[in-house]
């Protein structure tokens, strides 16, 4: 492959391109995507994905053969001015890390390409991976010759099927056509990438972990530093960027920094994808600039919730993240504001929370998940979070006491204080948000032993409205016989006998059994 | 896969490859990590048997008793737990017999625990029986689509 060849392909492949793409704006010419700024998604469900040739169409390639005409400084450069933050949760400058590696002294050095996407309520990275595989590789590509690296991996989480299937295919494809390999254009520049599947754990997605895991160990964390930059795979200095950080990277150094960094709030340039879900009436996949509101995504891309039910809150950043009220969708999304109200940008995963839905059951069961993707090498995360569990459990129960509320306030502390990762040092800020923000809530279970959602279920009792069509089909499945009745006669439900089973429910043909 | 074939597959792995990737091809080939892969892969990859077994357990890929024909996964995500994956679970459990976690005696039915995010919120709550994925589904949906499986082995049955 070389320079001229790329544009025989651009010239030859441009016009399936364009009408494809025309063909997708007139499908899609609704607000949830007209509103959108795609960037990142900008091939996503327009090229084939496995194709490079389609690819190349759409200026692939092109970045790479860019920066081959390029001294390295000048690469990392563009990718300073550009002001991009890693994608993957911390936002660190992107520009920063690929110096730290350029300036590491090594024969040999690694790309890696973090696509353990492990936040519930997150697959950004994985419709990049399955739609658009070939800008990950180029990146890595670019990276490789900018850092003087010979090697990259992604590492894909195993629960992305087809993730996985399109990028070896594209991985395959790319050595066909000698975008992978040795000496590339005819430079004397080598580069491979290697697939690598994760086995399913949470932690992985913490670069030492993650390093830890592709060296196939258990995926424990150590303490930094040594930074991977520094001391990474097999101890050699390491480049770990996100799927989304890198997608975006080749058309940054194609087309020039102000591509990015013209779009967004200040100190937070760019665009990011959200992956927009709960209770909304549009969900997916948005991307959007950096600093647009939260009241602008939820009403007006999701286009708000099923009438009749307010929205009550947004959770954002997953396990490691916070629930923002409604109160405060005047937000603009960027890394800092999320921070400053306990929340954090995270992956970008949105869950919309509408009024039947109960927050210290959400803190309880983002703890549930810390407690059971904890690696449990340090003793606050471990031990901690299983304490936070308890406690919740306790109040939603309707035995907590309020003194329990102090005691959920400084444990959190403490771990976010003294844990090892990222894991931990953020696993508590469920609660501490859900603590700050909805706190009434949490009074309510304690002093009115009541679950307003009617959630929880030893707080909440049975009930059959008046949507009963008396078939007895709840009688014959209570196990208890807490409800009474005949064919055509109204049916009654005892409390006093009721024992929560939940049985009853599902076999209503007309959804009369309710909680309260 | 015979055990010839697997020895060769992890002896490829040795070189470039690790202990998980291994362990990898051993739960993909007999749908289980059993005595004869742990002991194989410790024994190419001259590493103790307890090393091995501590990779593998760390990991949530790795099961050490075999599934049942249809496994049930129901998605844990954030969105389809907001959108009622517990409940769904419950059905699932009371409809079977068995935990989460657990197989059903026949053999035909397993539940897994805590399945992680499979990351299509959008079309959230997910069950996924066998590979069949149920979008959208209620308790209801899911209950039906289980009993549906369930006539059908019985007809399949002399």
């Known amino acids: ?516 | 896969m015979t055990k010839q074939a697997f020895i060769k597959a992890v002896e490829r792995e040795r070189d470039g490859g690790s202990v998980l990737c291994a362990l990898q091809i051993a739960q993909e080939a007999y749908g289980y990590i059993n005595e004869f892969a742990i002991q194989t892969v410790a024994d190419v990859f001259s590493v103790s048997q307890s090393h091995v077994y501590g990779v593998a357990t760390f990991y949530h890929q790795f099961t050490f008793a075999k599934r049942g024909k249809y496994n049930i996964q129901v998605c844990m995500g954030t969105a389809c737990y907001v959108l009622g994956a517990e409940e769904i679970i419950r059905a699932i459990e009371d409809e079977l017999g068995i935990k989460a976690g657990g197989k059903t005696e026949d053999g035909l039915f397993s539940l897994e625990h805590n399945t992680r995010c499979v990351g299509d919120c959008s079309i959230a709550p997910i069950v996924i029986i066998g590979d069949k994925w149920l979008a959208k589904t209620t308790i209801r949906k899911t209950l039906n689509e289980i009993r549906k499986i369930k006539r059908q082995e019985e007809v399949r049955l002399p």
Request: hydrophobic content about 35%.
């Open chain 1, 1 to 516: 492959m070389n320079k001229k060849k790329l544009e025989q392909i651009k010239e030859q492949y441009k016009p399936i391109i364009e009408e494809k793409r025309a063909k997708w704006q007139e499908e899609h010419d609704t607000p949830f995507y007209t509103r959108q700024t795609r960037l990142v998604l900008r091939n996503v469900e327009i090229i084939e994905p496995t194709s490079v040739h389609e690819y190349i169409a759409t200026d692939g390639y092109f970045g790479f053969a860019k920066a081959l005409t390029m001294q390295p400084q000048e690469i990392i450069d563009i990718v300073k001015e550009s002001g991009m933050r890693g994608r993957g949760g911390a936002g660190f400058s992107t520009g920063k890390k690929w110096q730290f590696v350029h300036d590491a002294q090594s024969e040999t050095k690694y790309i890696v390409c973090n696509a353990d996407e492990g936040d519930p309520g997150a697959f950004m990275d994985r419709a990049i991976l399955e739609n658009d595989p070939y800008s990950v590789l180029e990146s890595m590509t670019i990276a490789g010759y900018a850092l003087g690296a010979q090697k990259g991996y992604i590492y894909c989480r195993a629960e992305y099927p087809q993730a996985v299937k399109n990028c070896k295919a594209a991985i395959i494809a790319a050595r066909k056509n000698r975008l992978l390999g040795d000496n590339l254009f005819g430079t004397n520049f080598s580069f491979n990438i290697e697939l690598r599947l994760g086995a399913g754990a949470f932690v992985c997605g913490e670069e030492t972990a993650l390093i830890a895991s592709i060296e196939g160990k258990r995926g424990e964390p150590r303490p930094r530093p040594p930074f991977p930059a520094v001391s990474g795979l097999y101890g050699k200095p390491t480049l770990i960027n996100n799927v989304e950080t890198l997608s975006a990277i080749p058309m940054i150094i194609f087309e020039g920094a102000e591509r990015w960094n013209k779009i967004g709030s200040p100190n937070n340039a760019g665009t990011k994808v959200f992956a927009l879900a709960g209770n909304i009436t549009n969900g997916g996949l948005i991307e959007v600039p950096m600093g647009i509101t939260i009241k602008e995504i939820i009403y007006e891309i999701g286009g708000g919730y099923a009438e009749g039910s307010k929205v009550k809150a947004v959770q954002a950043g997953g396990p490691s993240g916070g629930c923002i009220p409604a109160s405060m969708f005047d937000l603009p999304i960027d890394f800092d504001s999320l921070q400053s109200v306990g929340s954090i940008l995270g992956s970008g995963g949105l869950v919309v929370m509408c009024d039947k839905v109960c927050m210290i059951d959400v803190a309880k069961f983002f703890i549930k998940f810390s407690v059971d993707e904890s690696c449990g090498k340090c003793v606050p995360c471990r031990i901690g979070n299983i304490k936070l569990l308890n406690i919740l459990e306790k109040i939603t129960s309707g035995r907590g006491e309020e003194s329990d509320l102090c005691e959920l306030e400084k444990l959190s502390k403490t771990i976010i204080e003294t844990s090892l990762c990222g894991l931990g040092q953020s696993s508590p800020n469920p609660v501490l948000s859900t603590l700050t923000h909805f706190r009434e809530e949490y009074l309510d279970h304690i002093h009115n032993r009541r679950c307003g959602a009617g959630i929880c279920r030893e707080l909440t009792t049975y009930e059959i409205n008046e949507k009963c069509i008396m078939c007895t089909a709840c009688i014959k499945v209570c196990p208890v016989d807490a409800i009474t009745g005949e064919l055509k006669k109204p049916h009654y439900l005892s409390k006093e006998k009721c024992i929560k089973c939940n049985k009853c429910v599902p076999i209503c043909p007309v959804d009369a059994i309710v909680r309260v």
